[in-house]
Nanobody
C-alpha cells in the first residue's frame, strides 16, 4: 500500500500562486510515476500533469502549460505542483496519484493506470 497525503491548497486571488505537496509513505516512492488530477464541482476528474519516477519526463495538459510545474524529491518521498498565474477555472479539488512504473521515463494521463490516490486538497481561485 502507498499512502498519499496532499497539502497546500487554499483560497487565492486570480493571478496568484500556490504550491501543492503530496507526501507518500509505504512502498518505495521512486518506483512510482506520479500524477496530479483535479475535479471541479459538477465535472469529471481530469488529468493535470504527471512526472516519471526518475523525473526525466513530465507531461502537462494544455490548459496548464507554462503556468504549472510538477517536480519530485525522491529523497523526501514528495511530489510538488507549483501553480502560478492561477485562474478561476483552476478551482477544483486536486488529487495526487501514484502509478507503479518499470520505466524511468513512463508517465500516464489515464486515471485507470494509477494505483493509489490521495484524499485531495481544495484549491479555490477568486476573480
Amino acid at each position: 500500500q502507498v499512502q498519499l497525503i496532499e497539502s497546500g491548497g487554499g483560497l487565492v486571488q486570480a493571478g496568484g500562486s500556490l504550491r501543492l505537496s503530496c507526501a507518500a509513505s509505504g512502498h518505495t516512492f521512486s518506483n512510482y510515476a506520479m500524477g496530479w488530477f483535479r475535479q471541479a464541482p459538477g465535472k469529471e476528474r481530469e488529468f493535470v500533469t504527471a512526472i516519471s519516477r526518475s523525473a526525466g519526463k513530465t507531461y502537462y495538459t494544455n490548459s496548464v502549460k507554462g503556468r504549472f510545474t510538477i517536480s519530485r524529491d525522491n529523497a523526501k518521498n514528495t511530489v510538488y505542483l507549483q501553480m502560478n498565474s492561477l485562474k478561476p477555472e483552476d478551482t477544483a479539488v486536486y488529487y495526487c496519484a501514484a502509478d507503479y512504473s518499470r520505466s524511468d521515463y513512463y508517465t500516464s494521463q489515464r486515471m485507470d493506470d494509477y494505483d493509489y490516490w490521495g484524499q485531495g486538497t481544495q484549491v479555490t481561485v477568486s476573480s
